[in-house]
């Protein structure tokens, strides 16, 4: 199976207002920092990462619907997304869409519910009306929403109704690549899996990709392929999901997955919860050597020093640690 996305050096930064005035030297916040990562049509990966890691910024660069400084390559079925403009890039959004995290704001609701699916092929294409009509209908239908809710606006909705209006959205112009940025975590737990069972149906009978961006973890390891895990801008772990579940390599990694709760009151007994201290470093001022250093409790002098590149550590599995070594977590000796 061939690579459909292809992300090369990837990064984003944002300019940034310092005291001053107009004689201050400009100063810039780097979201997303020199990233890369492929996809595989039909699959999915996921971007993890707590609150600021740069993995939302990430996701909608692919999108090309961040206002930042951006620089690398997105090539989509080998095409560079980031140079395009006007109506290059007008057919791009047909192939790539968003699914949005707040299915209370990402709708308009002024808008009937089937002018909110209709609306990026008006926006987008060139399809009659009756293409339309029929497009919107078989999309109500694929999302488990009925023919009469279409003249509804989008407070006569439920949370989870409203979701699937979105994803119908994303839906319309048959994209190549669905960016999933948390779109259940404004949700609640039962309606959640109702979510998330739809959009993986939904991957199944249309053959899409998706980049799936969460910071649930019980959640990746029910819809995706493949993880990146980021931290302060940088991929810190890349594997497939039974490596990096079954052996996380990065101690960040390793501590996250150490926060998951689980049902099983053997792996309660054999894993050990690994706690994070401090807070992430100044993203205005970032060290030289791992930005995890100052938390991470196996860190060594040249950690503090030098940055760690992102390596290969067992087959598709990649980490960006000094201290892992064949396969194997330099946290090893303390998880049990």
Do not use: W
């Amino acid at each position: 199976m061939s690579d459909l996305l292809d992300v090369q050096n990837l990064s984003v930064r944002f300019g940034v207002r310092r005291k001053g005035g107009f004689f201050a030297k400009p100063t810039y916040l780097t979201a997303v920092d020199d990233i890369s990562f492929t996809v595989r049509k039909g699959e999915t990966l996921a971007i993890v990462g707590e609150s600021g890691s740069g993995k939302t910024t990430a996701a909608l660069a692919i999108a090309r619907l961040v206002s930042g400084l951006t620089s690398g390559k997105i090539l989509l079925e080998g095409r560079d997304l980031l140079p395009l403009d006007r109506e290059d890039l007008k057919d791009m959004r047909q192939k790539v869409q968003v699914i949005f995290q707040d299915p209370y704001s990402s709708l308009n609701p002024r808008k009937r519910a089937e002018d909110i699916v209709r609306e990026p092929l008006d926006s987008l294409t060139d399809k009659s009306i009756s293409e339309k009509r029929e497009i919107v209908d078989g999309l109500f239908k694929a999302v488990g929403l009925h023919p009469e809710q279409k003249r509804l606006f989008p407070h006569q909705f439920s949370g989870g109704q409203r979701q699937r209006i979105g994803i119908a959205r994303a839906l319309s112009t048959q994209p190549e690549v669905i960016i999933c940025d948390e779109p259940v975590s404004a949700l609640d737990v039962a309606v959640q899996a109702q979510i998330l069972n739809l959009l993986r149906r939904l991957q199944t009978e249309f053959g899409l990709t998706y980049v799936f961006i969460s910071h649930d973890l019980g959640v990746v390891q029910h819809m995706c392929d493949s993880v990146a895990v980021m931290y302060m801008g940088k991929i810190v772990e890349h594997a497939d999901r039974l490596s990096l579940f079954n052996n996380p390599l990065h101690p960040y990694t390793a501590a996250l997955l150490s926060a998951v709760p689980s049902v099983d009151p053997m792996l309660r007994e054999q894993s050990r919860r690994i706690l994070i201290p401090g807070d992430p470093p100044d993203p205005l001022d970032l060290p030289k050597g791992c930005r995890f250093a100052s938390r991470c409790p196996v860190a060594e002098a040249r950690c503090r020093d030098v940055a760690p590149r992102l390596k290969l550590a067992g087959s598709n599995h990649r980490a960006a640690c000094h201290l892992v070594e064949d396969e194997t977590s330099p946290l090893a000796g303390i998880r049990s």
